[in-house]
């Protein structure tokens, strides 16, 4: 959807012209008008929102509020544990697997947490570990996920996707679910399958036609192929066990994934605050939701104006798409040799010659819920009012750094 810029730029200065820089906003409206177009690309199915993409309580507890939206997905098991706790939700379900052993004793030493909490699994080995914390007859039945790796191996050794999980083949899956049920202690509740060559590459990057030809190319013909292995694979496993939902996608492919049938909820949570890694898709592009200020403080040339701060870099592969991007006023850009630095950030542009000590400079992270470890609260802006609500890290929280 397109922004009115300038507009976007009046609003956001009026509603925090009595903060200090940095902040960090999100725009309710874009978040909500980005909550309801999810649930209706999910025709149905409902959503697992991904907390990692929100980072903040409160706008968790607003999504999961909204028709459409159940269940958290955590990363990591202190981090559900938490979540349960403090009553945002009761079904979390971790999506990577557990080596926290505080945490897996809190889990199977309280009957409430093991009932609404599912853990990730992938190998034998990790039931290992949560019997080496406590023994399977002395604590409740721990709730498991099978995760399903979801890359396309198209021929020998070649692999495209994530490395995940090492449960490929609905053969694999089979075995590791036989394996679950002979162990006194465990429940197999789950299957998930993340397909991040598909919803988390974008298929349309900017100014690089022949790399979208490649990407389009190599996604027609990877989803066909999982669309197929997976259906396989919860056959596979339902010999076992009587799977309560299958989850699979995210924002990037959450049409695509919801129309498989053997899958019966989605994930998703980038696309509420819409990052600039989104503006590389041609399905749909989120609403931009969430935004930081950063203060101009010197003027070294005449076209160059230098912030405070900048260096919110977003995890993934050391390259442009993870920097974040100046985006009001419109036509700013990093110095080349320097980039956004982690006390300055020299921007070039036409734009820069208005630019004086104390204006802001809007910017957009290319990743979402990342924004969120840099501010201890969030600004939220609705047509009338600016209320801040706190992040993780502004409740003391930095479950992976």
């Not at 949560?130 to 099978?146: E, H, I, T």
């Not at 996707?161 to 006194?184: C, D, E, F, K, W």
Request: hydrophobic letters at 45%.
């Amino acid at each position: 959807m397109l922004t009115d810029r300038n507009a976007l730029r009046q609003r956001l200065e009026k509603a925090t012209d009595h903060l200090e820089t940095p902040i960090a906003v999100v725009d309710l409206a874009a978040f909500d008008e980005n909550a309801d177009r999810l649930t209706a690309r999910a025709a149905g199915k409902p959503i697992r929102v991904a907390t990692k993409s929100v980072r903040c309580r409160e706008l968790l507890e607003r999504v999961l509020a909204r028709p459409g939206w159940g269940g958290v997905m955590a990363y990591t098991l202190a981090e559900a544990i938490w979540l349960v706790r403090s009553g945002v939700t009761d079904d979390a379900l971790v999506a990577y697997p557990t080596a926290d052993r505080t945490a897996l004793r809190e889990l199977t030493g309280d009957e409430r947490l093991a009932a609404a909490i599912t853990i990730m699994v992938d190998h034998p080995s990790q039931l290992d570990l949560v019997d080496q914390v406590a023994a399977p007859r002395s604590r409740p039945a721990v709730r498991l996920c099978m995760d399903l790796d979801a890359s396309w191996k198209p021929a020998g050794p070649l692999h495209v996707g994530v490395r995940r999980s090492p449960v490929h083949s609905a053969a694999q899956a089979g075995t590791l679910a036989r394996t679950i049920a002979t162990r006194p202690g465990f429940t197999l509740v789950g299957m998930m399958s993340y397909e991040a060559h598909i919803a988390g590459v974008g298929d349309n990057p900017p100014g690089r036609a022949v790399l979208a030809r490649t990407i389009r190319i190599m996604q027609s013909r990877a989803f066909p192929e999982l669309l197929s292995r997976r259906a396989a694979a919860v056959r596979a496993v339902r010999e076992h066990a009587d799977l309560e939902f299958v989850n699979g996608g995210g924002t990037g492919s959450i049409a695509a994934t919801s129309a498989d049938p053997a899958v019966t909820e989605v994930t998703a949570g980038s696309g509420l605050y819409g990052p600039t890694l989104f503006d590389a898709y041609r399905n749909w592009q989120p609403t931009p939701a969430a935004f930081f200020a950063l203060s101009v403080v010197r003027r070294p040339a005449p076209r160059i104006a230098t912030v405070l701060g900048g260096g919110w870099i977003a995890s993934g592969p050391a390259e442009a798409s993870r920097l974040p991007q100046p985006y009001l006023p419109e036509g700013l850009s990093f110095k080349g040799d320097e980039g956004p630095g982690e006390v300055q950030t020299p921007l070039l542009g036409a734009a820069a010659e208005q630019l004086r000590p104390g204006d802001r400079v809007w910017f957009r992270h290319a990743k979402a819920g990342e924004m969120c470890e840099h501010v201890n609260a969030l600004q939220l802006i609705d047509a009338s009012s600016t209320t801040p609500a706190l992040t993780y890290r502004g409740e003391g929280h930095a479950f992976l750094g």
